[in-house]
């Protein structure tokens, strides 16, 4: 009986989506503002640097590498160097502002969007694209799985293919 319900066991998630930092109402001036008054709660100082950082990453969709971010900001700012974005971004994650989107390449890529959500990666450009899911079901199959009685509390989606501008 035990195992009967154990393999009828589901993993059932529900993702909500939250309209306010992203999809139609989501824009630059809005991210940038919540962007500058989490820095504020943060005790995070607001230094033209950040700002321009702040401006560059609230301007994209993207998902930015420290390097991309650097290429944009020195035009501003050619004094920055990719240590001081690199340190500045670093801040902004531990003040979860942003946080880490590890794709396994070889430059660890950020993201603004801290509301639950899963990636579309582009495998011809690299682009990565935010996606919501409504809801999805995953059966488990206990007999190939080593999970045991683990106790599974998220999960992240990375889905790949060939995004529209490269078809
Ligand atoms: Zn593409
Ligand atoms: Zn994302």
Redesign the pocket.
């Known amino acids: 009986m035990m195992m009967q319900e154990r393999k009828l066991k589901e993993i059932f998630w529900c993702i909500g989506y939250n309209i306010y930092l992203r999809g139609n109402m989501r824009n630059a001036k809005e991210l940038l503002e919540v962007l500058v008054s989490k820095s504020k709660d943060k005790g995070l100082k607001l230094t033209p640097q950040r700002m321009a950082i702040f401006r560059i990453l609230s301007d994209s969709d993207q998902?930015f590498t420290v390097d991309e971010v650097y290429q944009r900001a020195k035009v501003e700012y050619p004094m920055l160097s990719p240590a001081t974005v690199y340190r500045n971004m670093e801040q902004m994650v531990t003040a979860e502002l942003l946080s880490h989107?590890d794709l396994g390449g070889s430059a660890m890529r950020y993201?603004t969007?801290l509301e639950k959500?899963h990636?579309f990666v582009c495998d011809r450009c690299s682009k990565?694209n935010?996606i919501y899911l409504d809801e999805f079901h995953y059966t488990i199959d206990e007999d190939r799985s080593s999970l045991g009685h683990s106790e599974i509390n998220d999960s992240t989606l990375y889905l790949h293919g060939i995004c529209t501008e490269c078809k």
């Open positions: 998902h989107l993201d969007n959500h990636h990565v935010d």
